[in-house]
């Protein structure tokens, strides 16, 4: 069954290859390549990749079956299709606001998480032009003192104008697909894209392989420190588990309304749930000996991208090639996620107010380019603008910056948390079920985490978040 006033009375995902697609492709994004690697690398090696398994196994994968199947019971938007599974288990429509703060929490992340898309075009521009200077054998920015490499970043990021008209670039490019519909837009998305993003990410990791750091980056990643893992650096963990997967922002319960009855979502969410996680290791693996090779240090957060590895390819034999490679990869796996970022909001506009397809995406847009083009002023002539400075947890915070940790800290775990008590205690228990396509010890494990487990660990997440001091973190 479609959305209704979607527009598209039989859109839907063509296969279950397509949703599987698209649903990896919400998941992989700038936090598998950019978050993941730095966080493994600062925050305990081994044991950090242990634990983040093991929340994206027991907490993660329950509350992504939850959202899918909340999406596929009521094929509709998201907070439709809360409010359809809720009045059907004779609860109150009002659980229709969960999915509610979960879209505008998408919404949100739209505005900031397209910024970031866009700085990644202007270095796919930036190795392009290097590339036809160099030819395809030669290292990156030949010549170019490598301090003046590493700062390229901060003078893209200063520079207003590039950074506003990058962002707009990047969210009419995501608008191009999203108004095409599922069949005709995201999933093509889905099934170009994430094909080619798999053939780049291994082939580069490969190619990085032989340049001689490879051990030196097993041991960074994988020796087993158990020190290290305090309860700031597992919260962590948990809190990127969570934004990995696309969880408490409604994105699971928008693909999973598009999904056949056919689709058994046990099994799918395990397969999307693993292949987001294998990305965000292999993502290490092949960011780590780069920047090793060229003997650097690995710097955190979004330098390590946008700094260290720029200057690690003017070490790398065909780096400039390479460099381009990588950064048309990380292009493509934020260009599935942000449609999925712009989808959500979409498919409820349209729903809500009755409107066409390219109408409903058009406003998203529009709500887009204003906010992105705060958060994109914010790294430049708005950084002395700190909208909820006045409150603790913001302070000194320019839009950007706002943006994530009222998502991360605040919109997500709340959304979650809500979700996973319906599914756990409120929901009718016949018809989560019927869709989960779980049996015997795995439905029972399944129950148990969803009603305790997780719950509990949502709640850690987000009173941590909220008072970071109650930890020491
Ligand atoms: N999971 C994506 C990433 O890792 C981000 C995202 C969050 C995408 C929420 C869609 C919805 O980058």
Known sequence: MPLSGSGTASDGWSSRTAFVLAAIGSAVGLGNLVRFPA?????????????????????????????????????ASAPESFRRVAEQSGSSPRWEWVAGLAVLSCFLILGFYCVIGGWVLHYIWLFLEDLFATGISGTAFQGVPASEVEGLFPAMIGNGMLTVSLNLVFLLITFAFVMRGISGGIEKAAVWLMPAFFVLLIGITIYGAFGGAFSRTLDYLFVFEPEKLTGPVMLAALGQAFFSLSLGVAGMITYGAYVGRNVNLGGTSLV???????????????????????????????????????????????????????????????LTSSVALMEVPTAWVIEKFALARPLGAGIVLVGG?????????????????????????????????????????????????????????????????????????????????????????????????????????
Request: charged share 10%.
């Open 272 to 334: 999307i749930a693993s292949a987001d996680t294998c990305v965000a290791i292999i993502a290490g693996l092949c960011i780590f000996p780069i920047v090793f090779a060229a003997g650097l240090a690995p710097n955190g957060g979004l330098g390590l991208m946008f700094q260290t590895l720029p200057h690690a390819f003017q070490e790398m034999p065909a780096g400039s090639l390479i460099g381009l490679a990588f950064f048309i990869m990380v292009g493509f796996a934020a």
């Open 369 to 473: 380019v204003v906010l992105g083009t705060l958060s994109a002023l914010s790294t430049g002539a708005l950084a002395g603008f700190h909208p909820l400075g006045f409150i603790g947890l913001f302070e000194g915070q320019g839009v950007l910056d706002t943006l994530d940790t009222l998502t991360s800290r605040l919109t997500m775990p709340v959304a979650a948390l809500l979700t996973v008590i319906f599914i756990g205690w409120i929901a009718d228990r016949r018809l989560v079920d019927s869709e989960n396509g779980l049996t015997g010890v795995l439905h029972m494990t399944f129950m148990l985490l969803v009603r305790w487990l997780c719950p509990l660990a949502l709640l850690a997440i987000l009173v941590v978040g909220l008072f970071p001091g109650l930890l020491g973190g």
């Open 39 to 75: 966080e493994a690398g600062e925050s305990g090696g081994g044991a950090f990749v242990l634990f983040y398994i093991g929340c994206v196994l027991l907490i993660g994968l329950p509350v992504l079956l939850s959202e899918t199947l909340i999406g596929r019971h009521g094929q």
